[in-house]
Nanobody, 122 residues
Framework: EVQLQASGGGLVQPGGSLRLSCTAS????????MTWFRQSPGKEREGVSS???????YYAENIKGRLTISRDNAKNTVYLHMNSLKPEDTAVYYC????????????????WGQGTLVTVSS
């Protein structure tokens, strides 16, 4: 059984930082396209960052420069480091995995984690 366990969310002040983790069981993350999505109330789920099997990375333009995605193969874990957080970054963050290198659409991803809530507020 494949499971993705997302963690690391919490309450942070504007300008602060967080590191989200997504640990997998039942698959090897290094062989998958791993993407972090986020969803705020009333908004569609949006992709914020991806890391491919060859370690190629992608960042959404509206948050680029404040994120770093990385992968630890030994721990079978993908991380999302977020800096200079803003109130508009408040959302539930999900990690998703798919064996297709070119996968982009959220509704086509094969596996999902349960989500971790990030709240940016003073």
């Amino acid at each position: 059984e494949v499971q993705l366990q997302a963690s690391g969310g919490g309450l942070v002040q504007p300008g602060g930082s967080l590191r989200l983790s997504c640990t997998a069981s039942g698959l090897s993350l290094e062989r998958y396209t791993m993407t972090w999505f986020r969803q705020s109330p009333g908004k569609e789920r949006e992709g914020v960052s991806s890391i491919k099997s060859d370690r190629d990375t992608y960042y959404a333009e509206n948050i680029k420069g404040r994120l770093t995605i990385s992968r630890d193969n030994a721990k079978n874990t993908v991380y999302l480091h977020m800096n200079s957080l803003k109130p508009e970054d408040t959302a539930v963050y999900y990690c998703a995995a798919d064996p297709n290198y070119s996968r982009t659409r959220a509704n086509e991803y094969a596996y999902w984690g349960q989500g971790t809530l990030v709240t940016v507020s003073s």
